[in-house]
């Protein structure tokens, strides 16, 4: 069955510190991946997603992602974090011949100014 | 654009009762809408994935009869928990699937139901 790992669950950081948060997923044929945030009291939002092309993918707020097929890893980065990027962060996969996503376990982000 | 809205955004009922839940994408015609349920400290799950003008399809454990969806325009997918019990109790959130592409989803901001 297919699956998404997060590995990590809640992650402190202070500000201005560098950030990477681990997607594994288990899924044999082509998937595509995205990352989701979910702010304090808001809606699942897009930070960026791979579908194609080159690996590494930038997103919104300084975010980026890259997705080792080797490993079935898509980790997400920030060199530097900002206390408004508190917040619950969802690695999401789905594969192409199919409808439906499949959510990581998501990890809570918390940013000491 | 690519907005969508849920409603209530909490609800608090008496065990027993039914409630339903309203997803609406307000700016686009969505062929298919999802339902996911998130527990505390968990992943969403997926319930059931409802296309417009049929039946919806629901994930293995999910009981139909309990949780009705009906999706009977392009804009608008209803959630009914029926006889709803306290172990119900969750934040229930909507995605729907616009025409630009295929494989993105827009989440509502989900509504909170609590069941006394």
């Known amino acids: 069955a297919q699956s998404v790992s997060q590995h990590n669950h809640h992650v402190i950081l202070s500000e201005a510190a560098s950030l990477e948060l681990g997607c594994n997923y288990s899924?044999?044929?082509?998937?595509?991946l995205f990352w989701y945030v979910q702010y304090p009291g808001q809606h699942l939002q897009l930070l960026l997603k791979?579908?194609?092309?080159?690996?590494l993918v930038k997103g919104i707020k300084g975010f980026e992602a890259e997705f080792i097929k080797s490993k079935f890893s898509f980790n997400l980065r920030k060199p530097s974090v900002q206390w408004s990027d508190t917040a619950e962060y969802f690695c999401?996969?789905?594969?192409?011949?199919?409808?439906?996503?499949?959510f990581g376990t998501g990890t809570s982000l918390t940013v000491i100014p | 654009g690519a907005v969508v809205s849920q409603h209530p955004s909490r609800v608090i009922c008496k065990s027993g009762t039914s409630v339903k839940i309203e997803c609406r994408s307000l700016?686009?015609?969505?062929?298919?809408m999802f339902w996911y349920r998130q527990f505390p400290k968990q992943s969403l799950m997926l319930m059931a994935t409802?296309?417009?003008?049929?039946?919806?399809?629901?994930e293995q454990g999910v009981e139909k009869d309990k949780f009705l969806i009906n999706h009977a325009s392009l804009t608008l997918s209803t959630l009914t928990v029926t006889s709803a019990h306290p172990e119900d109790s969750s934040f229930y959130i909507c995605?729907?699937?616009?025409?630009?592409?295929?494989?993105?989803?827009?989440f509502g901001p989900g509504t909170r139901l609590t069941v006394t």
């Open positions: 995605s729907a699937k616009g025409t630009s592409s295929f494989y993105e989803q827009y």
């Open positions: 899924y044999g044929g082509t998937v595509n």
């Open positions: 791979y579908f194609s092309g080159d690996p």
């Open positions: 999401a996969v789905i594969p192409v011949t199919g409808n439906q996503f499949y």
């Open positions: 700016d686009f015609q969505a062929t298919t």
């Open positions: 409802s296309n417009e003008g049929s039946k919806a399809t629901y």
